[in-house]
C-alpha cells in the first residue's frame, strides 16, 4: 500500500517508516521538521530526519497548510496522522499552537476526505494518548469503580498528592484503564489529543472510511529526541544525568506511568493499518505495568553507571496526572497484540544508544523556568 505518515519524522513516525517499508509498503512522509525536535539544521543534527533520508518520499510541510496536505495525498491508500505538538506541560500556556496543529490540521484532513469523490485513502490511524483519560481508573471499597477529577492545587501544595473522590474515606485503589474508562483530560494537550480522536472516528465512519486509534501509553526507546525539554521523561533525566546535573524528582517520586518501547509500537500500528478486524476500533498501547518516577531516576543511575543527586522536592506541574497504565484485553482480542520488551530490557537499550550519543546540553531547567514564569509550576 501507499501509506503517508505525518509526521514521519519524528521518533515513532521514522521507525514506523521504516518497518512499513521492510514490509514492502510505499511510504511518504510529510513533515515540518521541527526545530524543538530536529535541531536547527536536520540534515546533520537529526539522526531521525537521516534514518528516512532517501527511503521515503519526503514534503517539507506543515498539517496547518491545506497545499501540504494536497501534495502528500494523490495515491495514499492509509494515514497514519501523528504530525501534533506534545507535551502536557507546554500544552498548558502555547494553547493557541496545541490547538492549532492538533485540531485545526485533523480538520482540513478530514475535510479534504469528506469532499474528494476520487480519494483512494480506505483508512486512517489517528495517534490518540493515555492522556485523555485524565487521573485514570480506581477502586474505591465504599463507591467501587471511580474516576477522580483533577488533583487540587491546595493539596499538592500541601504535600498530598494522591488522587481522591468524594464519599471516600479509605485510599483510592490503582486499576488499569480500559477503553470503557471515563474521558476526562487534565491537560490542553490531552483535550486535542481526545478532540483528534473523535472526529477521526466521526467523519471517516461517515464517509465511509475506516479508522483506527491508538491511545499510546509513554513511548521510549532509541532514536528519540535528547534535546526536547518539554516531554520524554527518560531523555529529561538521561540528559540530566549525562551532564553531571543533579535530578529533581517531582512531587513524591511516586507518581508512575506505563512505559511501552518502540519497537512494541510499532508492531501494535501495523497491525492497526493490515488487519481489517482495526476498523473503527479504539485501542490502548503500552506495557500494561506502571513504573514510579524514583525507580526510572535510579535505574536510569545505575545503567549509566553513575551517580548524580536526587532529591525529591515535592515540586508539581499543573496538567500531571498521578498514575495511568494500559488495561490490554481488548487490543489482545481483537489484534493478537502482546508487548514484548519489558521495561527492564527496553531501558537497557535505550541507555546503550544515549551512551553512543553525543552529549547534549540539557535545557530542562529553561522549560521550568518557562512553567514557573505562567504560574504553572510550584
Not at 485514570?136 to 469503580?145: A, N, Q, W
Not at 494522591?162 to 483510592?172: A, F, I, M, Q, S
Request: aromatic share 8%; with cysteine; net charge neutral.
Amino acid at each position: 500500500m501507499k501509506i503517508l505518515i505525518t509526521g514521519g519524522a519524528g521518533f515513532i513516525g521514522s521507525n514506523l517508516a521504516l518497518s512499513l517499508i521492510n514490509k514492502g509498503h510505499e511510504v511518504v512522509v510529510l513533515d515540518n521538521l521541527s526545530e524543538q525536535i530536529h535541531g536547527a539544521d536536520p540534515a546533520t543534527g537529526s539522526p531521525l530526519y537521516r534514518s528516512i533520508q532517501g527511503k521515503v518520499e519526503f514534503i517539507k510541510g506543515d498539517v496547518t497548510r491545506k497545499a501540504d496536505w494536497e501534495k502528500a495525498l494523490p495515491g495514499v491508500e492509509v494515514i497514519v496522522h501523528y504530525a501534533a505538538e506534545t507535551g502536557t506541560g507546554q500544552s498548558m500556556y502555547e494553547i493557541n499552537r496545541y490547538t492549532n496543529v492538533n485540531i485545526g490540521g485533523t480538520s482540513i484532513m478530514l475535510d479534504l476526505l469528506a469532499n474528494d469523490k476520487k480519494r483512494q485513502v480506505k483508512k486512517v490511524v489517528i495517534a490518540s494518548s493515555r492522556s485523555i483519560y485524565g487521573e485514570g481508573k480506581y477502586f474505591s471499597e465504599e463507591l467501587g469503580i471511580v474516576y477522580p477529577g483533577h488533583r487540587l492545587a491546595a493539596d499538592m501544595t500541601a504535600g498530598d498528592f494522591e488522587v481522591k473522590y468524594p464519599g471516600c474515606k479509605t485510599p483510592l485503589q490503582l486499576l488499569p484503564t480500559d477503553e470503557e474508562s471515563k474521558i476526562h483530560p487534565s491537560s490542553v494537550y490531552g483535550i486535542t489529543k481526545q478532540n483528534q480522536e473523535q472526529m477521526v472516528l466521526c467523519v471517516c465512519k461517515a464517509i465511509g472510511i475506516d479508522a483506527v486509534a491508538f491511545r499510546y501509553q509513554n513511548v521510549y526507546g532509541p532514536g528519540q529526541s535528547l534535546t526536547n525539554p518539554y516531554t520524554g521523561i527518560l531523555s529529561i533525566f538521561s540528559s540530566l544525568i549525562r551532564n553531571n546535573k543533579p535530578i529533581n524528582i517531582f512531587e513524591d517520586g511516586k507518581e508512575s506511568r506505563d512505559f511501552v518501547f518502540i519497537s512494541d509500537v510499532v508492531a501494535a500500528t501495523i497491525a492497526g493499518i493490515e488487519q481489517k478486524e482495526a476498523a473503527n476500533e479504539i485501542f490502548n498501547v503500552g506495557f500494561g505495568e506502571a513504573t514510579d518516577v524514583i525507580t526510572v531516576a535510579r535505574t536510569l543511575a545505575k545503567k549509566y553507571e553513575t551517580t548524580v543527586p536526587m532529591q525529591v522536592t515535592g515540586n508539581y506541574r499543573l496538567g500531571d496526572i498521578r498514575h495511568n497504565y494500559a488495561d490490554l484485553k481488548k487490543i489482545n482480542s481483537i489484534l493478537g497484540f502482546k508487548p514484548k520488551v519489558n521495561f527492564e530490557e527496553g531501558l537497557s537499550q535505550f541507555t546503550a544508544w544515549v551512551k553512543e550519543q553525543e552529549i547534549q546540553e540539557s535545557k530542562f531547567e529553561d522549560s521550568v523556568q518557562e512553567m514557573k514564569a505562567k504560574g504553572l509550576f510550584k
